[in-house]
Nanobody
Framework: QVQLEESGGGLVQAGGSLRLSCAAS??????????MGWFRQAPGKDRDFVAH????????YYADSVKGRFTISRDNAKKTVYLQMNTLKPEDTAVYLC????????????????WGQGTQVTVSS
């Protein structure tokens, strides 16, 4: 059973930066075999795709709303995926969750089968 734990969230002013981490544990498979995604969910809203990265980290996808501001990366030796968030906006406020993609489109939550508990990001104006 794979477990994911996010960290790095917090309160930041608009224009600021945060780096989120997602650490994996408990898997018998090499971490490099997992395609990983970041999603976010604001209160009362759907869980939205943010970013995706393949197993070796040479292919990434981003939601249009974060393109050019957020960067997803990974360190397979540390079994960790990162989300560097720059030029944060109040509309980026949400719980951010990482997940392992099983199959299906990278931008759909239903394509992922393991999820972390999430980390809160709050951006003040």
């Amino acid at each position: 059973q794979v477990q994911l734990e996010e960290s790095g969230g917090g309160l930041v002013q608009a224009g600021g930066s945060l780096r989120l981490s997602c650490a994996a544990s408990g898997s018998a498979r090499p971490f490099s075999t997992y395609y990983m995604g970041w999603f976010r969910q604001a209160p009362g809203k759907d869980r939205d795709f943010v970013a995706h990265i393949n197993g070796i980290g040479d292919s990434t996808y981003y939601a249009d709303s974060v393109k050019g501001r957020f960067t997803i990366s990974r360190d397979n030796a540390k079994k960790t995926v990162y989300l560097q968030m720059n030029t944060l906006k109040p509309e980026d406020t949400a719980v951010y969750l990482c997940a392992i993609r099983l199959r299906g489109p990278y931008y759909l939550p239903g394509s992922y089968n393991y999820w972390g508990q999430g980390t809160q990001v709050t951006v003040s104006s």
